[in-house]
């Protein structure tokens, strides 16, 4: 007889007339815990300001996408040939939408600071207005690409401009 410690706890005795896998053991703990056998994409918790109005995507299209463009708009501030910067960031000038043909004319970016929270009444019709402690206190910036299409001016964000059709 064989005496084999399983890592369990305890030990098993018994002839070795079948096949036991030794060497394997499932991993003592599940998914989410950052080892190798973990084939899940990593979850953003954080929930991204929408602009004003924006609809709500089901999945998101790129991860960190709000990183990426809070990146976009330091680089931005602090290029000296912001042409450039947006051909380096790949930003169209002009874009195909439809049967319009969209020119670019300017990169807007808002300084937005929440101060103060609305919960609403039971019932939905009113509200309880409160200051926030500095600690919550949420600062971000807005950034929209203006278009115009040849009549009015449309402003696109940074997510929209990753699915548009650019100009040859």
Do not use: C
């Amino acid at each position: 007889m064989h005496r084999h410690h399983h890592g369990h706890g305890h030990d098993h005795e018994h002839d070795h007339d079948h096949h036991h896998d030794h060497d394997h053991h499932p991993p003592p703990h599940g998914p989410g815990h950052n080892h190798h056998h973990s084939h899940r994409a990593p979850v953003q918790w954080q929930t991204p300001h929408q602009p004003d109005g924006a609809k709500e995507h089901a999945v998101a299209l790129e991860p960190d996408l709000d990183k990426v463009e809070a990146a976009f708009v330091d680089g931005f501030f602090q290029a000296p040939d912001p042409t450039s910067f947006l051909r380096l960031a790949r930003i169209p000038f002009e874009i195909a939408a439809g049967e319009a043909n969209l020119k670019l004319l300017r990169v807007e970016i808002d300084a937005l600071t929440d101060v103060g929270s609305l919960t609403p009444h039971f019932g939905g019709g009113t509200f309880r207005y409160d200051p926030l402690p500095s600690n919550f206190i949420s600062r971000r910036r807005r950034l929209r690409f203006v278009y115009f299409d040849g009549a009015s001016l449309r402003a696109l964000s940074y997510a929209e401009l990753r699915d548009v059709q650019t100009l040859a």
